[in-house]
């Protein structure tokens, strides 16, 4: 179906006008009324509405709210200025009063061709990027860490997009058959920017946390590595927020630095908590840093819960009660009831939510 043009008027004189001045593919309509009433009319059978009332009729307003949702630029005409008018031009392209200029109304019809061309040409392009951030989002994703589950320790992970790129990434690797290093890391910002530094930094972790291990090194490293890399004169700065962790599952130990993250819960089977406080300033902020880990002892089964600052709304902060429902032990079970209880998954996000959940066990068995 090919139209090109629309022509509403019900004035023979205007109509045999409107004929000597547009080319062909022109569609005539005697009424607002019958063009909404047409069946599969669509935006792409058009690229211009030409509408000529001789005196405003009091639907004109509500009428043409209606066909403005064709996304089609609209030029109005009628014989004589009215205040009425007035409230119709959010909807139009232009409107024009009798007595008519030829000139004149061919430059309006050729202005208003170039504007639908134009924002046809926006719509594509915004389509294209809309399915290119999907694939960038997808690939961020698959960079994740796939669920680790042995014998003395789990590892689950969860991530959801927000409606924008952003900066979230966890990891994990296992260093020796009793250690394993994991961190969760936040690129600040958002945009294609924010998540290729993300996957630069990504690219780095498993060499950089499988050679070092040892908290102190990697986060020292990975602080190098940020300055180097994302710090000159054609990149703006980009600061990391992250905690890094290495268990030792035969030594019975945690080792961590909170690099400005958002801090960890360590749930004890006796119902206390330990708090992974930040310990360590946010990461590419100084090129030459000296950490401090903190180290702390296992007992005999606890749960570890991390996540990024996603999950913290505008009016609610974090507190470690929020976990306690979810921390008994069965973590990946845990993570899929916590995720359900928040609705993580079935609301649009403003920011990327990560979250990672541990269970650290020493009991012959577990699995």
Same mark, same amino acid.
Request: charged residues 20%.
């Given at each position: 179906?090919?139209?090109?043009?629309?022509?509403?008027?019900?004035?023979?004189?205007?109509?045999?006008?409107? =004929?000597?001045? #547009?080319?062909?593919?022109?569609?005539?309509?005697?009424?607002?009324?019958?063009?909404?009433?047409? !069946?599969?009319?669509?935006? #792409?059978?058009?690229? /211009?509405?030409?509408?000529?009332?001789?005196?405003?009729?009091?639907?004109?307003?509500?009428?043409?709210? +209606?066909?403005?949702?064709?996304?089609?630029?609209?030029?109005?005409?009628?014989? +004589?200025? +009215?205040?009425?008018?007035?409230?119709?031009?959010?909807?139009?392209?232009?409107?024009?009063?009798?007595?008519?200029?030829?000139?004149?109304? $061919?430059?309006?019809?050729?202005?208003?061709? =170039?504007?639908?061309?134009?924002?046809?040409?926006?719509?594509?392009?915004?389509?294209?990027?809309?399915?290119?951030?999907?694939?960038?989002?997808?690939?961020?994703?698959?960079?994740?860490?796939?669920?680790?589950?042995?014998? @003395?320790?789990?590892?689950?992970?969860?991530? %959801?997009?927000?409606?924008?790129?952003?900066?979230?990434?966890?990891?994990?690797?296992?260093?020796?058959?009793?250690?394993?290093?994991?961190? /969760?890391?936040?690129?600040?910002?958002?945009?294609?920017?924010?998540?290729?530094?993300?996957?630069?930094?990504?690219?780095? #972790? =498993?060499?950089?946390?499988?050679?070092?291990?040892?908290?102190?090194?990697?986060? +020292? *490293?990975?602080?190098?590595?940020?300055? *180097?890399?994302?710090?000159?004169?054609?990149?703006?700065?980009?600061? %990391?927020?992250?905690?890094?962790?290495?268990?030792?599952?035969?030594? @019975?130990?945690?080792?961590? $630095?909170?690099?400005?993250?958002?801090?960890?819960? /360590?749930?004890?089977? !006796?119902?206390?908590?330990?708090?992974?406080?930040?310990?360590?300033?946010?990461?590419?902020?100084?090129?030459?840093?000296?950490?401090?880990?903190?180290?702390?002892?296992?007992?005999?089964?606890?749960?570890?819960?991390?996540?990024?600052?996603?999950?913290?709304?505008?009016?609610?902060?974090?507190?470690?009660?929020?976990?306690?429902?979810?921390?008994?032990?069965?973590?990946?079970?845990?993570?899929?009831?916590?995720?359900?209880?928040?609705?993580?998954?079935?609301?649009?996000?403003?920011?990327?939510?990560?979250?990672?959940?541990?269970? %650290?066990?020493?009991?012959?068995?577990?699995?």
């Amino acid at each position: 179906m090919t139209i090109g043009y629309l022509v509403i008027s019900d004035d023979e004189q205007f109509l045999t006008w409107m =004929r000597t001045l #547009l080319p062909q593919h022109v569609m005539y309509q005697r009424n607002v009324a019958d063009v909404i009433e047409i !069946d599969g009319m669509s935006p #792409l059978d058009l690229q /211009l509405i030409i509408w000529h009332e001789k005196t405003m009729t009091d639907d004109a307003y509500e009428q043409c709210k +209606q066909i403005h949702q064709l996304q089609v630029p609209i030029l109005y005409f009628t014989s +004589q200025f +009215q205040p009425a008018i007035q409230p119709l031009l959010p909807y139009v392209f232009d409107f024009f009063i009798e007595p008519y200029k030829d000139p004149y109304i $061919v430059a309006k019809i050729k202005s208003a061709e =170039r504007y639908y061309e134009n924002i046809q040409q926006l719509e594509q392009q915004a389509r294209f990027l809309e399915k290119d951030l999907l694939v960038a989002k997808n690939v961020q994703k698959s960079a994740l860490t796939p669920s680790l589950h042995k014998r @003395n320790i789990q590892l689950d992970g969860f991530y %959801v997009t927000s409606n924008v790129l952003g900066g979230d990434m966890y990891c994990w690797f296992e260093v020796s058959p009793h250690q394993t290093a994991i961190i /969760l890391y936040v690129v600040m910002g958002h945009g294609v920017a924010s998540s290729l530094v993300t996957m630069s930094i990504r690219s780095l #972790l =498993r060499g950089m946390m499988t050679r070092l291990a040892d908290p102190n090194l990697v986060v +020292q *490293e990975l602080n190098r590595h940020i300055n *180097e890399l994302y710090k000159d004169e054609y990149m703006d700065s980009y600061l %990391v927020t992250a905690i890094y962790l290495l268990i030792d599952t035969e030594k @019975n130990t945690l080792q961590y $630095v909170n690099a400005g993250h958002p801090e960890g819960y /360590l749930f004890q089977r !006796d119902g206390t908590v330990v708090i992974l406080h930040a310990n360590a300033p946010i990461l590419g902020l100084l090129p030459s840093l000296k950490f401090s880990k903190t180290e702390l002892s296992l007992q005999e089964h606890q749960c570890i819960i991390l996540y990024t600052d996603g999950l913290q709304q505008e009016d609610e902060s974090i507190e470690p009660h929020q976990f306690i429902p979810y921390s008994a032990g069965g973590n990946a079970e845990d993570l899929q009831q916590f995720v359900a209880k928040k609705q993580l998954e079935n609301v649009q996000q403003l920011d990327d939510i990560s979250l990672v959940f541990i269970t %650290v066990s020493k009991k012959e068995g577990v699995s």
